[in-house]
């Protein structure tokens, strides 16, 4: 009764504040404005409280798994660390090279970081909490991760180095490779529950089990071809190698690049969000409050992701494709047939 | 002579080796039998035996490219351990190698006298490969030009300097300074 | 990659057409391009500078650029008494310096004909071998650290704190530590401190059991390393590869069995070898040779003898007229101390033969034909130093 209380909250809010505008007269679209801007601001301050969160986690987590601290400075056990980090970052000189692009080297973070935010608009949070349940949900997930491409192929060409362009160049090929194991990854998912909706893909779960069950080569490809496209070791090639000192990164600094960053951690964020929907059954759960479950399920990907990280060694660019085109692709394929056959019958 | 299993992957050698090198030569005899197998390949050379178990020979300046390539073919002598220049000022300089062949564990030193009005001597990097980065620092600190050499130019002074630093009569371009100067007051 | 041809609109030669005024790939072409890696890089060890000529992502040709880090070590040491140069010594390999000194010594003893005590043998032995494993493990990790895998780095930055400890305690630094004298070493070692290395020994191959499994077993690791950069033994040879990268060519040399020196001869060990010469390869093999310096190691800890560390040696040492060449096998390889004197305190002449110098002449051999992103791990696995390359 407690939690049917708290999941019809945001639905009584709503109505009352709509008796209130019709009893002051308010117009109803002022209304629906007001609604989106808090929605905005909910859902923004939600990523970026997590992610200052993720990066000092990703640092301790790094340090301990290494045998040695991480921060420890800056605030109880160094939780300030991110914030110190992001001030210092953004009194940070405004650079931008002679031989860049101007317009389009300023653009490229933001055409970044906009879609990795607005991955969050069919995000579900708990029962009824979610800014907007879309009925092409997952479609739209897809559609969402794929701007990381033109953002990266934008940052790497205006940087005006041959460098950010090769990196850019194969960041780019490394993301369109693996989004079509991921995205067959989810059709599998799809298939199972009948709907694109993510809504109705945790209500699927609901009914049968947790897709981690039904789905668990599914479940492999995914998480593969999600840290792929997160640009994680063991696929951080395009920032990490020899000629390239950080890829399409190169000639970002300051708060352009703390634009970059963030996005990084978004990404992992909102990519831990929809593993946790599509195969943990989003904010399903007994006992404890579906928004816990939320939070609990989708840094258990977090830790995995954060966990591979730190111990395996970075694969080399054809042997990364290879992996792609060749194994996980027929791997993706093959469970989509099994999956097929099985919802058929 | 293989390696031991002592847990973890076992180094993999399922192959004998390409090459079987032997112990170093150390007795008397075999030093002196050594020296008598390079007198009738080489009978115009004249080995010395040297203490440490070292043969020693000196070679003429012309006639090293044909000895460096019958010392490699014929005596088995296939590995080169350095290639230096000394600077002996009026009496010349002097190029030194040091050579060992792997198979029968003989080890050599040969010099070659080079006069030092004529600082030339022929290159023996198409007998051992490895020749070329030891030439090409002998002629950068001691200046003594390799012919034959595929490139040589300077590999530890930066391009452009001018002067072989290990020569004895090279001078320190710096301007001089007080080494020790008094703390101003 | 395979090479395709690409046929490109407009421009010939394969220049693409700018299709906005004044853009950065104006000047793009699909020929071979230079690259510049180093002198500052976080991968190629030290100071050097790679000037890798690549088509595409393929290596076409390597031409190495050093002497960033030329001291002038052997004009200096024609100025200074041999026992003034066994500090600069210790300064060209400085991740091995205690091979470095005894290279000199040894050169120097060989010369005067000087008998050096047993004790003094048997600790110059153990210090060689500690610092075996310290070179080693600086290189098992930086290795990892090059081909992504940052823990392992740190892992074994942790056991080789132990031996930096070790080593602190007998002479009284962690790199530089100026102990090799001529006739013997500085400092006795100390039944405490002999303890202390043999529970360092107790507990070091389990830790080397943990790096293994988790760098050498590793799916990606043996991919990124199989049958990269390889050389067969006749290249190996006429390059003059010694150490390590000799032994991983199928050519099983050890200074240490078959020039010996100090007490390897009384020593029972096995030379580490491999046959396919390829970056895996020389990978084990350094392994392999840190277990079986704890095998030296625990023998000489067992057999050492009472007596002198230091024997008697002259107070101002003069070399007899003549040149002398002493050899040592360090954890890179060959290190050669070649001296010419003329009867003085100090070297008429002295030259340094340094592994990394002549192992770096392999690069074009090893990396030719294969792709930029293995250039790393061939670098990685020569396992070079920029002090000993210039000197």
Redesign the interface.
Known sequence: MYFAEVSSLPLRLYQWTEQLFTNLGLPLWLLAILVATVKVALILGFILLNVLFLIWLERKLGGHIQNRLGPIYTGPFGLLQTLADALKVLVKEDIIPAAADRWVFMIAPLVAFVPAVMIWLVVPFAPGVQARDLNIGILYVAAMTSFSVPALLMAGWSSGNKWSLLGAFRAGAQLISYEVPLILATLAVVMLAGSLSLNDIIGAQQERAWFIVLQPLGFIVYLIAAIAELNRTPFDLPEAESELVAGFNTEYSGFRFAIFFLTEYASLLSSSAIAATLFLGGWSGPLLPPFVWFLLKTYVFVFIAMWIRFTLPRLRVDQLMNLSWKLLLPVALLNVLVTGVFVAL | ????Q????P?????A????????VTGEDALIESAERLRQELPKLDPKIRP?G?LEVSVPRESLGEVSRLLRDRLGY?????L?G??WKEKGFQI?L?LAG?AR?ERL?VTVDVPREDPRCPSVVSV???A??HER?TWD?VGIRFEGHPDLR?????EGWEGH??RKDYEDPRPPRDRFPKPQR | MPDTEVSVPGGAQGQVPSLIEDSPTQDLRTEEMMVNMGPQHPSTHGVLRAVVTIDGERVVDVDSD??YL?R?F??ISEKLTYQQIIPYTDRTDYLAGMTNELALVLTVE?ALGLEVPRRAQFIRTVMSELQRIHSHLIWFGTFGLDLGATTPFLYAFRDRETISDLFEEVTGARMMYNYMRVGGVRNDITAPWVKRVRDFLKQF?AA??EY??LL??NPILKARTRGVGKI???TA????ASGPVLRA?????DLR????YLVYDEMDF???????GDVL?RY??R??EI??SIRILEQALEGLPEGEFLGKAPRIVKLPPG???G?VEGPRG?V?C?I?SDGDRKP??L?W?APS??H??LLPAMAKGHLMGDMVAIIGSIDIVMGEV??
């Open positions: 002579m293989s390696p031991r002592t847990g973890g992957t180094v993999v050698n399922a192959k080796p390409a090459l079987v090198p032997a112990p170093a440490d070292w296939d590995y080169l351990l350095l230096t000394v600077d030194v040091h792997l564990g030193v051992w490969p490895t070329n980065w620092e600190l300077r590999i530890l002074m930066k630093p290990l | 050093v002497g030329h002038c052997e004009k060989k191959p080397l059991r293994d499994d050498t077993g067969d033994a006749q040879v006429a390059y003059g060519s199928g050519v099983p040399y069995k078959h020039d010996p096995d030379v580490a070898w491999a046959s396919e390869a084990q093999v392994l392999e277990r079986q040149h002398y060449y050899r060959e050669g070649y010419v008429y002449r030259h033969r110098f002549v770096l002449q210039d000197r």
